[in-house]
């Protein structure tokens, strides 16, 4: 993964075209980028990030911020009952027990 002006890029190498590409992950909007090297993919995210601001600038937009690692989960209720419970034996947050238990 690439970070760059708090954006991830992830990337992937296909060997048949022998390129790396990727795709700024957690937006709304679609930001790609390619090269044939690690240097030229670095570089290719980093145009495609700076391009993408001077877009929204231009427009009069607000570019999309990056993922804040913030999310809400809907899960059943007998489901979270469970979570709770573990969290409690373990003496954590629900917080805390999911990134544990997400981190494993």
């Not at 979570?83 to 238990?101: D, F, G, P, T, W």
């Amino acid at each position: 993964m690439l970070k760059y002006k708090g954006y991830t890029g992830c990337v992937v190498y296909d060997d048949e075209a022998r390129i790396f590409h990727g795709e700024v992950a957690a937006l709304k909007a679609v930001i790609t980028f390619q090269g044939t090297t690690v240097d030229e993919i670095e570089q290719a995210f980093k145009d495609s990030i700076d391009d993408y601001i001077d877009w929204c600038k231009e427009r009069g937009k607000e570019p999309e911020k990056p993922h804040s690692g913030k999310f809400n989960l809907r899960m059943p209720p007998d489901l979270y009952v469970k979570v709770v419970a573990h969290a409690a034996q373990e003496r954590l947050s629900i917080n805390s027990y999911i990134l544990k238990r997400l981190s494993a």
